[in-house]
């Protein structure tokens, strides 16, 4: 049976542009994965969208508001429009209580751990003087390592230590209460995160067309599948 994933639309910094990048289409659509998109909704379709889809993929993006963990707005922080949060929180929250699987991507770890009641780093160049460069320039290359942890879902599809691409300033602090650490950087940040029907990543899996990318997309279907 074809799954079918939902995602939120991002909004480019013009404001005048609704987009998702084709990577995540094609990620998906190797795996017979159907995306259907959406936009800020009433409540109501979001319930409905989360009756109707399998799962739920939260992508990259701008900033979450760090009202959200009880910080001030830092200067480097560029968050997004209200509506398009509150979508993302709306979806978490149906598709959880549902314990349909999500998956995050970069900002989607970010605004998974603090829908929880986890925290981050706004800045880690600021937070962190001896954290490595965690901005590459292009996400198609390898920018660090992580090691994955033993003992997690991850864990069971990728092992070791794997190069992963590079693209955020901010990062996984105090990690929500209930979600173990799945994937650490060389420099000691979290870069990865699960529990129960949720896993996500800081790196861009859909940027890189590697067997590891390939495993991790096979951790989360095995969610699908109550593996």
Known sequence: MTLRVVTPVRIKDNQQTL???????????????????????????????????????????????????????????????????????????????????????????????????GTLLQDIASANADAIDHQQEKKETYGHTVEIQKDTHLAKFISGSINVNSFHHQNVDVVAPGFKVNAISEDGLVEGIEKENIIAVQWHPEKVNDVYQEQLMKAWIAIFKGE
Do not use: W
């Open 19 to 117: 987009y998702i990048y084709e990577n995540y289409y094609q990620m998906l659509k190797k795996f017979d994965i159907e995306l259907l998109i959406v936009t800020p909704s009433s409540f109501e379709t979001y319930l409905k969208v989360s009756e109707i889809a399998d799962g739920l993929l939260l992508t990259g993006g701008t900033d979450v508001n760090p009202k959200f963990y009880n910080q001030e707005l830092h200067p480097s922080t560029n968050i997004e429009p209200a509506d398009f949060e509150q979508m993302e929180f709306a979806l978490i929250s149906l598709f959880n209580k549902q314990k349909k699987p999500i998956f995050g991507i970069c900002r989607g770890i970010q605004t998974i751990n603090v829908y929880f009641n």
